[in-house]
T-cell receptor, first 113, second 110 residues
Framework: NAGVTQTPKFQVLKTGQSMTLQCAQD?????MSWYRQDPGMGLRLIHY???????DQGEVPNGYNVSRSTTEDFPLRLLSAAPSQTSVYFC????????????FGDGTRLSIL | EDKVVQSPLSLVVHEGDTVTLNCSYE??????LLWYKQEKKAPTFLFML????IEKKSGRLSSILDKKELFSILNITATQTGDSAVYLC??????????FGKGTRLHILP
């Protein structure tokens, strides 16, 4: 049982480049979300989805896009990377929308030069 | 604005000590409070609390919620070096949003 899988684990980008962080879960979870974690800031919600075809903004959505075409996948897109987006990104999922405890992926460490 | 505040931000104790971690919250349409432990990678779930005054317990860890005073505590008794981690508290609301605190970094000295 793979749980929540994030790829890549590490990535370095130049300012202005675009990329997609992948997140997949094999638990048939309806609720998926993306967080960023910065030193001293805890986890901040970027975007979330309560099911296929439905997405919504979290606390810090600017500069990021998401889509949810299938239950399993929830990619996060950076259209034009900025140094302020240097962070560790976590994807999480749960069976239904809150207050279910979430299952987290191992994270993607992203550096923007 | 919804917020979750944890204290202390960091804590160093000796193995065998008992620690209490605090989490206060201001969450509109509050639904639940969750505790996670984060070691090197992904946070792992510890407790979910929805009712006041009912203690949840798992081994040496326990937690309780006070919905009147808007706080929760996480207790760890007889601490071990393996308890060293960042402990995260999160509040959820009825709009499906989850608000995390900044975490308490706990270090257990052997």
């Amino acid at each position: 049982n793979a749980g929540v899988t994030q790829t890549p684990k590490f990535q370095v980008l130049k300012t202005g480049q675009s990329m997609t962080l992948q997140c997949a879960q094999d638990m048939n979870h309806e609720y998926m979300s993306w967080y960023r974690q910065d030193p001293g800031m805890g986890l901040r919600l970027i975007h979330y989805s309560v099911g296929a075809g439905i997405t919504d903004q979290g606390e810090v959505p600017n500069g990021y896009n998401v889509s949810r075409s299938t239950t399993e996948d929830f990619p996060l897109r950076l259209l034009s990377a900025a140094p302020s987006q240097t962070s560790v990104y976590f994807c999480a999922s749960s069976y239904t929308q809150g207050p279910e405890p979430q299952h987290f992926g191992d994270g993607t460490r992203l550096s923007i030069l | 604005e919804d917020k979750v505040v944890q204290s202390p931000l960091s804590l160093v104790v000796h193995e065998g000590d008992t620690v209490t971690l605090n989490c206060s919250y201001e969450v509109t349409n509050f639904r639940s409070l969750l505790w996670y432990k984060q070691e090197k990678k992904a946070p792992t779930f510890l407790f979910m609390l929805t009712s006041s005054g009912i203690e949840k317990k798992s081994g040496r860890l326990s937690s309780i919620l006070d919905k009147k005073e808007l706080f929760s505590i996480l207790n760890i008794t007889a601490t071990q070096t393996g308890d060293s981690a960042v402990y995260l508290c999160a509040g959820t609301n009825r709009d499906d949003k989850i608000i995390f605190g900044k975490g308490t970094r706990l270090h257990i000295l052997p």
